[in-house]
């Protein structure tokens, strides 16, 4: 499915995220402002990198299930934020509504929040492009789920410099392995696994 999803004939393992958010109604630290991941993976070369996201449990919006910006991945960006420099949940979440609402209004679009109500096991997948979050979960139960982080076949390294001239350094440029040119190697079996290979 992910194949299909982002039209390629293998998909290799980026990472995963093994997610936790309590019961706590007036918690705002659990809630995830709107961001898109293909800010934090701008070493990557692949528009097509995408998520699945596995909840342990039936989630829907009490207890804070991840939450989609439909159309939001067919956007051209504008006004962006150098976001690699400061991770999203550091930053003010109004002026994260303010950027979504202005991307949504230069693409002549609209912000159209549709919450993922999933069946305990069952998956999501949207794309590195699109906008996405999720608000506190007000259940009386946690809420935890898996997300695994998927890259395409043409996904490889590139130089990726942020605002103040600095190199972007990512998680896994300090796992994986070096190409013969001391690059990070993003096909890393080791680290980076082929997941399925095949035709779509």
Known sequence: ???????TDQIRLWNTTLIYKPPRADDTTSIIPWHMDRHYWSTC???????????????DEEIGTITMV????????????DSTTQHFKDRDRD????????????????????????????????????YHGSGSNRSPRPRQAISFHLQDRTN???PFHLADGNP??????????????????????TFCPVLWEGVV
């Open 45 to 59: 070369t692949s528009d097509d990198m995408l998520t699945a996201w596995i909840p342990f449990h039936d989630c």
């Open 95 to 130: 002026e994260l509504d303010a950027m979504l609402n202005a991307n949504a209004k230069a693409n002549g679009d609209s912000v159209r929040k549709i919450p993922m109500l999933i069946a305990k096991g069952h998956m999501s997948f949207h794309s590195c492009l699109t």
């Open 156 to 158: 490889r390294w590139r």
């Open 70 to 81: 439909d159309g939001s991945n067919r956007w051209t960006e504008v006004g962006a934020m």
């Open 1 to 7: 499915m992910a194949a299909r999803l982002a039209a």
């Open 168 to 189: 972007l350094t990512y998680n896994n440029d300090v796992l994986v392995r070096q190409t013969p040119e001391g690059h990070p190697d993003y096909a890393d079996p």
